[in-house]
Structures are given as C-alpha cells and as structure tokens.
C-alpha cells in the first residue's frame, strides 16, 4: 500500500511569495496533520484536519492556512514568506481514531532565498 | 502532555540490542507512551506505543515500567539502518493529531 505521498519534494521560493504543498493520506485515513521541522529541531504541528474539517492548530501565524479535501488529500498555503519559514514541511495521516498512530510522509523541503 | 526526557546521543554495536531510556515522571493515568523514530532527511516513522503493559511488534519491544514513569525502547538486533533520531512522546490520545516531539536520541548503530 501507498505510505503518505507529498509533493513537491523541494521548492525554493522568494520572500513574500505565496507557497502551496500537497498531501495525499494513506487509503482509508480521514485525518491529516501538518508539521514543520527546521533544521536541527524537531517537528512542530501546525495544523489537523478531520473529514474536512479543522480540528486542532498549533502557535503559527495567519500566514499559514490548511484545507483538506472530499478524497481527504490535503494543502497547506503558506502566505507572504518570510526567510524563517525554510523548513522541512511534513504531512502526517491517521484513521483519527482515539490511539491511531501518525503515519508521516517524506516532507517537502522549503528554501526561502 | 507529560514532559520526556531522553539522553541526548547513545551508540550500540551492529548486532547488539539497543535500548533506549525515556523518563516521563508527570505522565497521567491515560496518557500513552509513543516511539517515533527520523532518519535523515525521512519524516518520523511510527515505531510502537503502549499505556501499562509492554508491547511488541515487528520493530521493537517496548519495557513500561510499573509506576509508569519511565519506559525502554528495546530494538533486539541493531543494524545500521536503526542509526536515527529516536522520539519518546507521551500524550493522551492521538484523536488531534498533535505529536509534541522533544530533542530525541541520536542512536547511532556502529559496524
């Protein structure tokens, strides 16, 4: 079966533009999480969407936005970019039960120049 | 979520079991213990997780002790594809889909 599928794998955008990255779950997954890793550190969730709905955001600024999709796919939209925001952005899916582990992706790496 | 704290960096011989230490002293009655694990340049993949009684599967055993305020990653037979990032993550439920990750160890499997 397909793991967690995210594109593009890279990007290299210049501040202030707008940027969009795409998650596909794993089959069968109705919640999908954002994450962002910046180098050296560990993940920091962003966002959580269920069945299209957003269920739970982290301590990131409006810039960042989140919507997911009626195939339960997903985008996150990050606005006007700052040089901070270069990170490794991962996308994490799960059945959204109670205890369903995060199943994660390989992330899209974000380079702001 | 409780607080973990795990050593910084751990080495093991290929072949050997690594085990890895977590210490989450606050953790509540319904909170769970996770191991997640990131190679380089991978995003984190789920290892195992369990609430009182040890757990194992494919990957690893997990070792919760009995107050629960400590547990024990147990890979049995390191290879160098288990050097990474190893994650201990305590959280009641995973419904929100939020992990708080910590600094992890850096296990680091030698030939």
């Known amino acids: 079966d397909a793991g967690v599928t995210q594109s593009p794998t890279h990007l290299i955008k210049t501040r202030g533009q707008h940027v969009t990255l795409r998650c596909s779950p794993i089959s069968g997954h109705k919640s999908v999480s954002w994450y962002q890793q910046v180098l050296g550190q560990g993940p920091q969730f962003i966002f959580q969407y269920y069945e299209k709905e957003e269920r739970g955001r982290g301590n990131f600024p409006d810039r960042f936005s989140a919507r997911q999709f009626p195939n339960y796919s997903s985008e996150l939209n990050v606005n006007a970019l700052l040089l901070g925001d270069s990170a490794l952005y991962l996308c994490a899916s799960s059945l959204g039960n109670y205890n369903s582990p995060l199943h994660f992706g390989n992330g899209t790496r974000l380079t702001v120049t | 979520d409780a607080k973990t704290t795990q050593p910084p960096s751990m080495d093991c011989a290929e072949g050997r079991a690594a085990n890895l230490p977590c210490n989450h002293s606050t953790i509540s009655g319904n909170e769970y213990v996770y191991w997640y694990r990131q190679i380089h340049s991978q995003g984190p993949q789920y290892i195992i997780h369990?609430?009182?009684n040890n757990e194992t599967n494919e990957m690893a055993s997990l070792i919760i002790t009995e107050d629960r305020k400590s547990s024990t990653l147990i890979l049995p037979h390191a290879t160098l594809r288990d050097t990474a990032v190893y994650y201990c993550?305590?959280?009641?439920?995973?419904?929100?889909?939020?992990?708080?990750f910590g600094q992890g160890t850096i296990l680091t499997v030698h030939p």
């Open positions: 993550i305590a959280l009641i439920g995973t419904s929100y889909g939020k992990l708080t």
């Open positions: 369990g609430l009182k």
